[in-house]
Nanobody, 114 residues
């Protein structure tokens, strides 16, 4: 069983920065990809960024502003978010997926507002 615990959300002003972290626990988690998704009120969940070994993928709306990384132990994924905009307001979810199952964190709220 895999568990994902996110941290780092909060309230930030436009133009500010935040760093999210997601710690994964479980067997053999290092071989599987991880990523971040977000869901704003009234909208569908969307891709923010994913990382799988050396392959990184970003959603169009965050390219150039957000950076995803993973630690050497492969059990923690970070999302550095710079130049935040009000439209980045959402609940951010960590995800880890295998060939047979999908795991999600509980979500962390980010509000970008002045």
């Amino acid at each position: 069983q895999v568990q994902l615990v996110e941290s780092g959300g909060g309230l930030v002003q436009p133009g500010g920065s935040l760093r999210l972290s997601c710690v994964a626990s479980g067997r053999a988690i290092g071989v599987w990809p991880m990523g971040w998704y977000r869901q704003a009120p009234g909208k569908e969940r969307e891709l923010v960024a994913t990382i799988r070994h050396g392959d990184i993928n970003y959603g169009e709306s965050v390219k150039g502003r957000f950076t995803i990384s993973r630690n050497k132990a492969m059990n923690t994924v970070h999302l550095q978010m710079n130049d935040l905009k009000p439209e980045d307001t959402a609940v951010y979810y960590c995800r880890l997926w295998t060939n047979v199952q999908d795991y999600w964190g509980q979500g962390t709220q980010i509000i970008v507002s002045s």
